[in-house]
């Protein structure tokens, strides 16, 4: 059997810009059928490489190689559009098609765009990463290349974006640091790190482990280098004179080895815990708070958006909360009322005389270019008192957080979207506040910053509030949520997020049954009249087939985990890979029929 050519070939490929290179000599392959998801840290050049892959940007050296007639459609992280543009129009060229109007609609809908003709300049930032995020799945290429496609969606828009790519055989490409997406949609990640590609077959949770494999490898190699190093040491100690041929040769091995000894893995030693950090009993208690916004609606009509209707909640000390709810119910406007930035219609926010609030916003990136990244950081202090006569120099706060020493001293107009994002948290964290108020703190920061972020806030002795649509973050952070529902509804849930979408899971399926529980009590009271025993059972034909369908299951099943383990393994070739990833999803379609007869069945016994 001929070897299938892949959609994507990337054969020695090298981008820099002017001294600073940004990947040397990078290869990779993409596979119809794989989802490949690309980490790497802010900065190393993640956005560039699909803009290259992309025709966007040139490069230096290297081949890019498409399958023929290939149909690619590609997300941009910051799309342009006409303003003049109606939504509609600028998602595609329908010609009149009704099919793909409709289409066009329904994908819109799912990502809250509901008015088809509102010009794009109307639209907000996030509003137009959405139609453009649409304009890529309607147009059905065959080969989907994605820059942050979560960014600006809710959590319902992601978890229904996940559901739409994991359905039939779709192939991808795309940036993300949302870790839950990566773990549900992807089936092999790509690292670029150190101007390195790194592949691995499987979802982030096996990257993840295979990744520390990696590095633990490379350290064990680092330390037997350092051995050797010592002892080359004491040699050319020993040998100052005049060396013959062999000890030229030798001499000349002590200094490459040398390099290599002295190559750093980034390993972060340091754990950042502030003991000096004093926050009293009182904390803030929202007393009855009501705010609602008078809005226009597309027929020109006014309306009214209720954000909260007579909300009461007491914070209690060290609490670590998140906030969570649909795009526009009012998330940030409740953060902002706390901060006394937007005042509330009735009721009032009573805040504790302790409380020094740290707040991270989403609008809140405003640097001068010309200042170097150290200095952002000293105009705010030199250290932070750590407690007990320890402290953390400005510099070791920024290396903390992954600035090197080489970026501290770079300007900030050199930064990356996501560096100056991180840069503006440390500007936060820097004033040492006792109550850090975070609105959609991980927007941008790669996946390394993310975790020390958790790190941090998992360690910080004071409270926290986020608002976050990173549910990997959530679940991390925070022990309590608020669940803005809309129209001033407003739920309290004791727990994290993937523990609130079980309670969900099992309220609507509570609900369900119920509902199924009522239908099926008036069912029989209209069969009374015609039968005596209102009970229903499985006929003989029904029986056999229930007890195939537990049988199909399990078969199923146990396929299905085989191929997982298979598609994780790395050792299958290019054209096994694309046939297991094509049946993959075939299985979960099978499984999910089967089931739901199933149970249909399972309520006749």
């Not at 892959?53 to 007639?69: A, V």
């Not at 809908?109 to 890529?136: C, E, W, Y």
């Not at 001293?409 to 948290?425: A, D, I, P, T």
Request: glycine share 6%; charged share 30%.
């Amino acid at each position: 059997m001929p070897q299938q050519i892949p959609y994507l070939d990337v054969q020695n490929l090298t981008k820099s810009f002017g001294a600073q290179v940004l990947f040397r000599d990078i290869s990779f392959s993409i596979a119809e059928g794989q989802k490949v998801g690309l980490i790497a840290k802010n900065g190393t050049g993640k956005s560039t490489l699909l803009s290259v892959l992309t025709g966007k940007e040139g490069h230096d050296s290297g081949e890019i190689i498409y399958r023929n007639d290939l149909k690619v459609g590609y997300l941009e992280q910051e799309p342009t559009f006409d303003p003049a543009e109606s939504v509609l129009d600028a998602c595609f060229n329908h010609h009149g098609d009704p099919e793909r109007v409709l289409k066009a609609k329904q994908i819109l809908t799912q990502l809250h765009i509901s008015d088809f003709d509102q010009p794009m300049g109307q639209l907000s930032g996030g509003q137009q990463k959405r139609v453009a995020l649409a304009n890529v799945l309607i147009t059905e290429p065959d080969f989907i290349i994605l820059d942050e496609p979560t960014n600006h969606l809710d959590l319902k828009m992601i978890e229904w974006l996940e559901n739409f790519l994991n359905r039939g055989n779709r192939t991808l490409l795309m940036v993300t640091h949302d870790r839950y997406f990566l773990d549900n949609v992807c089936n092999v990640i790509v690292e670029l790190d150190d101007k390195t590609i790194y592949t691995y077959h499987g979802n982030f949770s096996y990257y993840l482990e295979k990744r520390q494999e990696r590095i633990d490898n490379k350290r064990a190699e680092l330390a037997r280098v350092n051995n050797l190093y010592r002892k080359e040491l004491e040699w050319m100690r020993r040998m100052p004179q005049a060396r013959g041929h062999k000890a030229r040769f030798r001499e000349d091995a002590f200094y490459e080895l040398e390099v290599r000894a002295k190559q750093r893995i980034e390993d972060r030693q340091m754990q950042l815990k502030s003991s000096n950090v004093y926050i009293g009993s009182k904390i803030f208690e929202c007393q009855y708070v009501s705010k609602a916004f008078e809005t226009r609606r597309p027929d020109g009509k006014e309306d009214k958006k209720i954000i909260l209707k007579d909300f009461y909640y007491n914070f209690a000390r060290f609490e670590k909360m998140g906030i969570i709810g649909n795009n526009g119910t009012g998330k940030s406007t409740f953060i902002k009322m706390l901060l006394g930035i937007v005042p509330p219609d009735s009721g009032k926010f009573d805040i504790g005389e302790t409380v020094r609030f740290g707040y991270f916003s989403q609008d809140g990136l405003k640097f001068r270019p010309d200042q170097k990244v150290i200095d952002v950081i000293t105009d705010i202090a030199d250290y932070i008192d750590l407690g007990g006569g320890r402290h953390m120099t400005a510099s070791q706060f920024l290396n903390y957080f992954l600035f090197s020493r080489e970026e501290q001293y770079n300007f900030v107009s050199k930064l990356s979207g996501g560096q100056r994002r991180k840069l503006y948290l440390c500007t936060v964290l820097m004033k040492n506040p006792n109550f850090l108020v975070l609105d959609e703190p991980t927007n941008d920061l790669d996946i390394q910053t993310l975790q020390v972020l958790e790190e941090y806030l998992q360690n910080f002795p004071g409270c926290v509030i986020v608002v976050s649509h990173d549910r990997y973050f959530m679940d991390k952070v925070v022990d309590h949520l608020l669940v803005f529902k809309g129209e001033g509804v407003v739920k309290d849930f004791p727990g994290n997020y993937t523990q609130y979408r079980e309670y969900e899971k099992l309220q609507s399926k509570e609900s369900t049954q119920k509902s199924q529980g009522k239908k099926a009590e008036t069912d029989n009271e209209k069969k009374k009249d015609y039968h005596h025993d209102t009970r229903k059972r499985m006929t003989f034909k029904e029986k056999r087939e229930f007890e195939q369908l537990s049988k199909d299951i399990k078969v199923l099943e146990e396929e299905q985990k085989k191929l997982e383990e298979e598609l994780c393994s790395g050792n299958l070739s290019v054209d096994d890979l694309t046939e297991k990833s094509k049946r993959l999803p075939k299985i979960k379609d099978e499984l999910d029929e089967k089931e739901m007869r199933w149970l249909e069945l399972s309520e006749l016994e």
